[in-house]
């Protein structure tokens, strides 16, 4: 059983070959298509640098909405202070063995 990513993936590449067959078709062979050879090869390379300088503007769009909605980090003051502040901090007392023996009788009894 394929999962849910493997299937989007799955289609995704499906879908990136058929494209760049189809691309490589139109730019290479338009006569036999019965098209005029320049203007389908002008057009077929215009919609590619296109999608591929939206899809540069898109990517960078991310990365500012990324930057412009994420807190900043604490400063490295801050979290050095932490660090040390944590290494000062006394431990809490152990029980020794025979604290513990002592009081495990009277807690089975109840």
């Given at each position: 059983?394929?999962?849910?990513?493997?299937?989007?993936?799955?289609?995704?590449?499906?879908?990136?070959?058929?494209?760049?067959?189809?691309?490589?078709?139109l730019?290479?062979?338009?006569?036999?298509?019965?098209?005029?050879?320049?203007?389908?090869?002008?057009?077929?390379?215009?919609?590619?640098?296109?999608?591929?300088?939206?899809?540069?503007?898109?990517?960078?769009?991310?990365?500012?909405?990324?930057?412009?909605?994420t807190?900043?980090?604490?400063?490295?003051?801050?979290?050095?202070?932490?660090?040390?502040?944590?290494?000062?901090?006394?431990?809490?007392?152990?029980?020794?063995?025979?604290?513990?023996?002592?009081?495990?009788?009277?807690?089975?009894?109840?």
């Amino acid at each position: 059983m394929v999962s849910k990513d493997q299937g989007i993936g799955g289609a995704i590449l499906a879908v990136c070959v058929i494209v760049a067959v189809g691309y490589v078709v139109l730019v290479s062979i338009p006569s036999t298509l019965g098209l005029d050879a320049g203007t389908v090869r002008l057009d077929a390379v215009l919609v590619l640098v296109s999608i591929a300088f939206i899809a540069i503007l898109a990517i960078g769009a991310w990365i500012g909405w990324t930057m412009a909605t994420t807190p900043p980090p604490k400063p490295i003051e801050e979290i050095t202070t932490e660090i040390e502040e944590k290494k000062e901090e006394p431990k809490v007392e152990e029980t020794t063995p025979s604290e513990t023996s002592a009081t495990e009788p009277a807690k089975k009894k109840k």
